[in-house]
């Protein structure tokens, strides 16, 4: 008997993604942003260490007015406001930096994250959303596998509870351009996403027998991309959107995502080492992105410009998948945070 054709035939173009990879890590360097953030609010999650300290450091540079860093343990981010201090002494206004907890493995944790934003801040002009995970451990969090708990549920949960915020403070101050920008990556080139072809997509995604570190990393990270493209869609957002949301992809940077801190082959060893960028190179990527035109808005950012995500995004099966991703996690952000659809959608 016959195969049968499956709904969703994704077929990456590998060889193009890889070309455009190896000239963007060899050739190409973000330019080092220069946009000031005077007045702003600016919040950074998972910006205790990596890309995302370098971007805190970027964005205090630049002279944003309150910089809260969204981390895991206080204690860690006490320590990297510190270290952004010691290292911009041309600033002396350390209350600027503030350390609120905030752990995205948790539904409560976000929710009352979100909440404090909207009690505490009278305005937020940016929300960089980097926190994230890459493990080859198999963990049930909430019911969900963790790097689908991290890296989509609630960093979504986040985004749509503190979007009316940010709508609002476009609407009140005058002089805001609110960016909403989400931390992906070209591994979602990477993947054929067979999980797309079940009835229930987070139902597969939580079938350990199916489980690998990077193509559950590669799926977390094109489920980022199809929500954000359907979400845009659906705001149907006027020639000039009250908040510009857009996707950034850092390039491959020296980071601790790996939580398991694994020492790879020596034969990876020396390519990381020959196509690393540093954080502070990748970190740009981000404050690029959260200073972005209309023109980025539902993009892909690369390297401070828009880039294509992966072609298959733009046919009929992109749509549909888009769709079909969107659906199903909006049924479960909906469970968590029950009129958030309503809110934000």
Partial sequence: ??????????????GAGLRLFFHSQLFVTPPLPTKSFANQTVIVTGSNTGLGLEAARHFYRLDCARLILAVRTVAKGEAAKEDILRTLKQRTDGKAIEIWPLDLSSTASTLAFAERVKTELPRVDVLVENAGINTADWVIVEGYEQAVQVNVLNTFLLALSLLPKLNDTKTVFSDSQPHLVIVSSEAHRLTKFPEINAPDLYAELNDRAEFSQQPRYQATKLIEVLFTRELVARLKSPSTPP?????????LCTSTLDRRGLQPPMVMRIMRWILDRTTEVGGRTFVLAASAPVSSHGEFQSDGANQDVESWIYTDVGIRAQKKVFDQTLEILEMRKPGIARESV
């Fill in 243 to 251: 908040v510009i949301i857009n996707l950034v992809n850092p390039g």
């Fill in 1 to 14: 008997m016959a195969p049968q054709p499956v709904e969703f035939p994704i077929t990456p173009k590998f």
